[in-house]
């Protein structure tokens, strides 16, 4: 009898709430970009960093982000206050994994526009993930602040010796 609880147990905690975002007119790279920021983060967390990433990819991954944790809500049952980010992916869309589209060029020639789509999901569960994502080199998805530079210092050398003449 103990043993059919713990089971029961296991499978509650295994419990995960998913949501599917489809041709997602958005590169796949561009998208890879803030997943990689939010995966394996407390859903707070990662709520607020999408809500203020300087990025135009950031809103439909914190849209379908939102979606999974209603989900977990509405259909799970699950605590919506302490919900992770247990995984994510970004995959390419369908039809060559582009629409395409002509752009006129000299001489009666035409080149190809490829607009890519997307396919975003996302699988949030009530505890953290065991294994922590790997920290990926590149861009982060943060507000790029004003570059503050330094005036100038000259070495007091050079100083005394312009004051001097």
């Not at 000299?106 to 790997?134: D, I, M, N």
């Amino acid at each position: 009898m103990a043993a059919v609880q713990k089971n029961q147990e296991d499978n509650g905690a295994k419990q995960q709430a998913v949501a599917h975002l489809k041709f997602a007119r958005v590169g796949p790279r561009k998208l890879r970009r803030v997943a990689d920021a939010i995966r394996g983060k407390s859903v707070r967390e990662a709520l607020v960093l999408l809500q203020f990433a300087g990025v135009f990819a950031a809103e439909p991954i914190e849209k379908l982000v939102r979606s999974a944790v209603a989900n977990a809500g509405n259909n799970h049952n699950m605590n919506t206050d302490d919900l992770y980010i247990t995984r994510i992916t970004v995959d390419g869309g369908p039809g060559g994994r582009f629409t395409k589209r002509l752009d006129p060029r000299a001489q009666g020639r035409a080149y190809f526009k490829r607009k890519r789509l997307s396919h975003v999901t996302v699988v949030v569960g009530e505890a953290p993930p065991k294994k922590q994502p790997k920290r990926r080199a590149g861009a982060s998805v943060a507000v790029k602040r004003a570059a503050t530079r330094r005036p100038r210092t000259t070495s007091t050398a050079a100083a005394s010796a312009g004051a001097a003449e």
